[in-house]
């Protein structure tokens, strides 16, 4: 299983940024696709969650109105589109794979896989 994560930088405040996660190593359509984000000393943070076949998401309240999960099974990659960031969106993200809905939406699941991450800093 591998995951790479792209698209962070230094956006200023109120700009946008895209996330790519591009996965290899299982059946990517058959898992519930999310996005993490940490910051140090804080525990990582699941932001967004789109079903497998990317009918259904989830976000954080933090992130609610701002960011759009979406996803390309055929192309194993799944998207984070940020708008309207805040220097608190700054973080290390993260996509992980899981393979069942309501244990995501209930941030209960299991998470064994992580990339690299991409750092994202929103600041002026």
């Known amino acids: 299983v591998q995951l790479v994560e792209s698209g962070g930088g230094l956006v200023q405040p109120g700009g946008s940024l895209r996330l790519s996660c591009t996965a290899s190593?299982?059946?990517?359509?058959?898992?519930?696709m999310t996005w993490h984000r940490q910051t140090p000393g804080k525990e990582r943070e699941l932001v967004a969650a789109?079903?497998?076949?990317?009918?259904?998401?989830n976000y954080a309240d933090s992130v609610k109105g701002r960011f759009t999960i979406s996803r390309d099974n055929a192309k194993y990659t799944v998207y984070l589109q940020m708008n309207s960031l805040k220097p608190e969106d700054t973080a290390v993200y993260y996509c992980?794979?899981?393979?069942?809905?309501?244990?995501?939406?209930?941030?209960?699941?299991?998470?064994?896989?992580w990339g690299q991450g991409t750092q994202v800093t929103v600041s002026s």
């Open positions: 992980n794979r899981n393979r069942d809905w309501l244990t995501t939406v209930l941030r209960r699941g299991s998470y064994n896989y």
């Open positions: 789109i079903t497998s076949a990317g009918g259904s998401t």
């Open positions: 190593g299982f059946t990517f359509s058959n898992y519930v």
